[in-house]
């Protein structure tokens, strides 16, 4: 078995060491980025180098443990700047003999908390001691019997996470498919089956099976900059409650509010910014407008960093394979401090497939504005912003969204696959991903 022991959440770039854990002799393991081989060892330790690059991109790093005749023997996956859970856990049998392990390797990261507040291991169903350290003493057991062992960790922000690894030789093997799932932008009048999508796909030249398609409630991620809270109260006064069918969500959909205010913590050797981020709201909450005009922004003494947080919601966003977009809520300017150049950002979006929308509380004094509903647009570093100062240009901002989000479809396609790694072909001419128009 092989196993990740360095896990990497949150964002990252640049030279990074990787660290496995390995059971059994292999001949070989190697380590691959983006499917190309970084690194190859015969013999422990099994520490390479992995160079994430200069700038922000998803990428898929890949170890492989090989027999003697190169077959691969296991492989652990790890997905990189794509959305993931705040935490992640996961074991690794270990022992003398590979037939009958006698201990289990617990490995778990949290992008904020280097400890958790309670672990519990249950081997079928009985409670396990736990030393702390990670190791796991198996208690006595029928190899020829499957065998279930679970972790549950609890984190001081009240979250919880769960690993399970069943074991035993009477253990089958299933014909689990992984799947990608693509956010695809059609005319809104479409109505495309799985067999029209047929060949619409390409990686590398090669064609990839699509396996379903669907519409799925939107996720949404509002980055509310701290600039906008007067007008927000503001608005939230003159409309007095005002709403519309236009500005209200359907059910399913999640809409969560992000801050750029950043505060840095530190977990081991890595340090994460971390931003204030809600608790999905939904239409059983108020809609859009409402909502938006009433969120509270959180004190904070970090620095503002916008462009940094946009490439946070982007993978907030991502979550789920659902229809999705980023709103970039501003009032006045002020300094960005992100350490993420905005070109680098705004692209990192498009290769997650996830549309960016930017909306203006304010009106600068040198554009005109009527009384009626002529949409006005003014310049930001990120793009140019929607003016929604009243509750009518809140609602046709709206509007604008909702068509957006109308028109993404998820296609569902074999395979684990990198988003923008997956090219359409000229079957698909009326269609584009998420976030690419």
């Not at 074999?414 to 790694?421: C, T, Y």
Request: net charge negative; hydrophobic share 40%.
């Amino acid at each position: 078995m092989i196993a990740f022991v360095t896990l990497f959440l949150g964002l990252v770039l640049g030279p990074k060491e990787v660290d496995l854990l390995v059971e059994g002799d292999p001949a070989a393991v190697i380590l691959q980025l983006d499917g190309i081989e970084i690194g190859r060892k015969s013999e422990p330790p099994w520490t390479f180098d992995c160079d994430l690059g200069s700038l922000l991109a998803p990428h898929k790093l890949e170890a492989l443990a090989l027999d003697a005749k190169g077959e691969v023997q296991d492989r652990a996956i790890q997905w990189i700047n794509l959305p993931r859970s705040r935490a992640e856990v996961a074991f690794l049998l270990e022992g003398d003999d590979p037939k009958r392990p006698d201990s289990a390797r617990l490995v778990w990261k949290h992008i904020e908390f280097d400890q958790a507040d309670s672990i519990r291991l249950r081997f079928d169903g009985r409670d396990v001691p736990y030393d702390g350290l990670g190791t796991i003493r198996l208690p006595d057991y029928d190899p020829t019997k499957l065998h279930v062992l679970k972790a549950d960790l609890r984190f001081p922000d009240g979250a919880h996470y769960e690993a399970e690894l069943s074991f035993g030789t009477r253990l089958g093997f299933g014909a689990d498919i992984d799947l990608t799932g693509l956010v695809l932008a059609m005319p809104r009048s479409s109505q495309v089956s799985i067999q029209q999508l047929a060949g619409w796909f390409e990686k590398d030249g090669q064609a990839i099976e699509v396996v379903g398609i669907e519409r799925s409630p939107a996720r949404l991620v509002m980055v509310i900059d701290h600039t906008t809270t007067d007008s927000l109260r503001q608005l939230a006064t003159v409309t007095a409650g005002a709403t519309t069918n236009r500005t209200a969500l359907r059910k399913g959909e999640e809409v969560l509010f992000l801050f750029p205010k950043a505060r840095k913590t530190t977990t081991g050797d890595d340090g994460s910014k971390l931003f204030p981020i809600s608790q999905p709201f939904t239409a059983e909450d108020g809609d859009l407008a409402w909502l938006l005009t009433r969120i509270s922004t959180p004190e904070t003494s970090g620095s503002r960093r916008v462009t940094d947080a946009l490439a946070v919601a982007g993978l907030e966003a991502a979550s789920g394979g659902r229809p999705r977009a980023v709103i970039l809520v501003l009032g006045h300017v002020a300094t960005d401090t992100s350490a993420y150049e905005v070109d680098e950002v705004l692209s990192f979006l498009r290769d997650l497939r996830v549309p960016l929308m930017i909306w203006w509380t304010g009106r600068p004094s040198s554009v005109t504005v009527s009384e009626g509903r002529r949409p006005v647009t003014v310049s930001t570093p990120w793009g140019r912003a929607t003016d929604i100062s009243s509750f009518g240009r809140i609602e046709q901002a709206v509007v604008e969204l909702r068509k957006n989000l109308d028109r993404q479809h998820t296609v569902w396609v074999e395979g684990s696959h990198l988003p923008n790694r997956i090219a359409l072909t000229a079957k698909a001419a009326k269609a584009t991903f998420a976030g690419q128009d």
